[in-house]
């Protein structure tokens, strides 16, 4: 992962969002408290996170009626 692991260590939370894999915000903030990082500016709004957790319309496998 190559984040730093020194305590106290600033970091952008953008760049710690990337580095973890993109998960959501809360994650990320409590990720970066564990590892005792100082997390410092706003999360950005990724266009990729977005579309990658959308999910696809459910389709039905069978159809309802029978024909005759």
């Not at 266009?47 to 029978?66: A, D, H, L, S």
């Amino acid at each position: 992962m190559n984040v730093s692991t020194e305590i106290g260590a600033k970091i952008d939370i953008n760049k710690l969002h990337e580095k973890l894999g993109h998960p959501d915000e809360e994650v990320t903030k409590l990720k970066g408290n564990y590892m005792k990082l100082k997390i410092k500016g706003k999360m950005e709004n990724w266009e990729n996170c977005t579309i990658g957790k959308m999910r696809q319309k459910n389709v039905e496998k069978e159809t309802k009626e029978k024909s005759t």
